[in-house]
């Protein structure tokens, strides 16, 4: 279960960053 979090904290992590990478640039989604 703690992984399971530590993976959902990870995962959020990366969408924030892919939604606000795809809001500054579309073109461009390095993190």
């Given amino acids: 279960t703690q992984d399971l979090q530590k993976w959902r904290?990870?995962?959020n992590r990366l969408f924030r960053c892919f939604v606000n990478?795809?809001?500054a640039?579309?073109?461009?989604l390095s993190c």
Avoid at 25 to 28: A, G, I, K, Q
């Fill in 21 to 23: 990478a795809t809001k």
């Fill in 9 to 11: 904290k990870s995962g």
């Fill in 25 to 28: 640039n579309p073109v461009s």
